[in-house]
C-alpha cells in the first residue's frame, strides 16, 4: 500500500526543453524553495528542427511564436497563481535585445517578480 502511495503521488514530469541554454556563471546563488510558485522561461537557440540554431523563447513547454504573446500567457499565469515567480534562464550568446523585449512583455503583463539563472562559477565550491 505504501509503494502505491508514493507511485501514485510522485511527480515525475520534467519540461521538455526546446531550447538549449548555457547559463551564466555567478558567485552567490539563492535558491527558490516554493517550486510550484515558479514559471520557468528559457531563451536561447533552438535545440532541433527547421531553424535550429535560432534564438527561441519557450515558457514552460511552450515555444512561443510570436513575442507579443508572452503578455497573455504571463498574465493568465498571475492571474491562477498571484505569487509567481518567473524564472528566466537565458543562453549566455543570447542578443540582449530579445532578453530586453521578453522583460519589457513581462512588465506589461504585471509579473514583477522575476528570477535570473545561472550556474555556479567553476572555482567556487
Not at 515555444?63 to 500567457?73: K, T
Not at 499565469?77 to 518567473?86: A, R
Amino acid at each position: 500500500m505504501l509503494l502505491i502511495f508514493f507511485m501514485v503521488s510522485t511527480v515525475l514530469r520534467e519540461t521538455d526543453l526546446k531550447v538549449r541554454t548555457q547559463l551564466p556563471e555567478a558567485e552567490a546563488l539563492t535558491k527558490i524553495d516554493q517550486k510550484r510558485l515558479i514559471s520557468k522561461l528559457f531563451i536561447g537557440p533552438l535545440k532541433s528542427g527547421e531553424n535550429e540554431g535560432d534564438t527561441a523563447i519557450q515558457i514552460d513547454d511552450a515555444l512561443i511564436e510570436n513575442r507579443n504573446a508572452i503578455r497573455q500567457i504571463m498574465y493568465r499565469k498571475l492571474q491562477e497563481q498571484p505569487k509567481l515567480i518567473v524564472s528566466m534562464k537565458v543562453d549566455r550568446e543570447s542578443e540582449m535585445n530579445t532578453v530586453n523585449e521578453v522583460q519589457q512583455e513581462l512588465r506589461d503583463a504585471g509579473t514583477l517578480r522575476i528570477n535570473y539563472s545561472s550556474s555556479r562559477e567553476a572555482g567556487a565550491n
